[in-house]
């Protein structure tokens, strides 16, 4: 199958080929033709299997028979994103395959000014993509007209749910119109994402492709087991003696990235840190320092990480394992991306035994062992609980893999199903339970950021626009 094959026009096929892609992805042979077809989908896909092109593709190549020469432009084409990264992401996607149709782009999420943004929107666009949070503001401000909306795309739905977006989702749902079609994408499939799918999508089709989790065989995952004081010294070792260059490193808390970069740069190794407490300026330029490798480790919390795309990262650890196993595929995700390879290294105590349970089960595969020589296990340390610091909020979840003497689970949180695989889950029945069971509402979440050339990135400290200094209720992000 060719993109030529799926029906695309001209303007992208071009645009693919700057890309350098050769065929399309299981998601986008998947996706293009239905949504060219003008039906609602509901997408089990995940970030790396090539989703956003999937979307955005036949969303351009449809918004671009709409382009008016005389008329100013109104939003044609809302896509919600959980984070910034992501959002920024999206529309640097947008831009790229859009680059020879006249469709004009805004990016709209928080921690920058609102003001180029406003300025941008009155002029007029064919397609926003925002954050729910920002959105809201330029809706209650009535700087943004969503009322022609054609195309209305939720990514990553389960995200999220999972931040507490829910009622934002709600608030911008009622304000669309009802004749619209909706694309929506999410990597896990949960009673939540079910009624949320129910009440947004008409005659879905289903489209679901290898979660990266049970097939991605590009993807080399290994296990060091090894005493939680002897991860930092571990983690030095293989990377000056493996002499990788470029290396994502997982930890639970804000506060465990920012140790770790700390000592990682002790020891020699250049070394920053992404997570919600740093500025906007101070996330944006320690994503690009690594991205153009001039650091060679960024340590990361889950929702930091969320949304970074890089090519070809050849090394994932898992400095610290997640407590919500669906994360790990999330953090293995990041490397063998789009056809390389790559390599997930977990560095695990007898604390994570549990959560290392958890995640075998998830991707029902048992993760090679291997005890690196002078890093052997001390059989005197038993177990003790994880504190529960590390975890985003998300205790409502029985795939989260607690060990069982800290398991926190309320009689509400054990109320929850397991997620199932997608389509599964999907075509089986709505449970008596009808209540929404998300523990998270009201909880809201501050947006992780990065700089997009969208907007100007002014540190959202110094920003009248924060949203700290608005009415409604401050966010707390919870990595
Ligand atoms: P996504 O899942 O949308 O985050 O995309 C993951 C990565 O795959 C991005 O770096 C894309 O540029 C890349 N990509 C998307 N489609 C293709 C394709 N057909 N061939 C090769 N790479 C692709």
């Known amino acids: 199958m060719t993109f030529k094959e799926l029906g695309l026009i001209e303007p992208l096929l071009k645009a693919i080929k700057d890309k350098g892609y050769v065929k399309p992805s299981p998601i986008q042979e998947q996706a293009i033709p239905v949504i060219l077809e003008k039906h609602d989908i509901l997408a089990g896909a995940q970030t ?141 499939f949960s009673d939540e994402i079910k009624k949320l799918s129910d009440g947004i999508l008409n005659n879905p089709k289903l489209i679901e492709v290898a979660r990266r989790n049970t097939s991605s065989e590009m993807v080399s995952q290994v296990v060091h087991l090894v005493d939680k004081d002897r991860k930092k010294a571990l983690l030095s070792k293989l990377i000056k003696e493996g002499n990788w260059k470029q290396i994502l490193v997982f930890t639970r808390t804000k506060h465990g990235a920012n140790k770790l970069s700390q000592q990682l740069e002790l020891d020699g190794i250049s070394a920053t840190a992404i997570h919600g407490n740093k500025s906007q300026g101070a996330r944006t330029k320690a994503l690009a320092d690594f991205k153009a490798g001039s650091v060679r480790v960024l340590v990361a919390t889950d929702i930091a990480a969320r949304g970074i795309d890089i090519d070809q990262l050849p090394h994932v650890v898992n400095f610290e394992l997640p407590n919500v196993a669906e994360d790990y595929v999330h953090r293995i995700g990041r490397t063998g991306r789009a056809g390389n390879e790559g390599e997930a290294v977990s560095l695990v105590c007898i604390d994570e035994h549990d959560y290392l349970k958890g995640i075998e089960r998830l991707i029902k595969t048992s993760i090679k062992k291997v005890v690196i020589e002078g890093f052997e296990v001390d059989p005197r340390i038993k177990a003790e609980p994880i504190k529960a610091g590390g975890n985003r909020g998300r205790n409502n979840s029985s795939s989260r893999n607690s060990p069982k003497k800290s398991d926190t689970r309320t009689p509400r949180d054990n109320r929850r199903k397991e997620k199932k695989p997608f389509k599964k889950d999907y075509e089986a029945k709505r449970t008596e339970d009808g209540k929404s069971k998300l523990s998270n509402e009201g909880k809201k979440f501050k947006e992780s950021s990065n700089k997009s050339k969208y907007t100007s990135a002014k540190p959202s400290s110094s920003n009248p626009d924060n949203r700290q200094n608005r009415q409604r209720k401050p966010r707390v992000q919870k990595d």
């Open 48 to 188: 790396g299997t090539g989703k956003t092109a999937g979307f955005t593709l036949p969303l351009l190549q449809i918004l671009s028979a709409k382009v008016s020469k005389t008329t100013k432009p109104n939003i044609k084409a809302l896509i919600l994103t959980p984070t910034r990264e992501l959002a920024a992401q999206v529309a640097q996607s947008v831009d790229d395959y859009g680059k020879y149709l006249p469709l004009k782009t805004a990016v709209i999420f928080g921690g920058v000014g609102i003001n180029p943004q406003k300025a941008l929107l009155r002029k007029g666009v064919d397609i926003v993509i925002a954050t729910p949070g920002r959105l809201l503001d330029h809706i209650e401000q009535n700087t943004i007209d969503i009322s022609h909306v054609e195309c209305f795309i939720l990514d990553e739905a389960d995200r999220m749910l999972d931040m507490g977006f829910i009622r934002d989702i709600r608030k911008v749902l009622a304000l669309l119109p009802a004749h619209r079609q909706n694309l929506l994408f999410s990597a896990t």
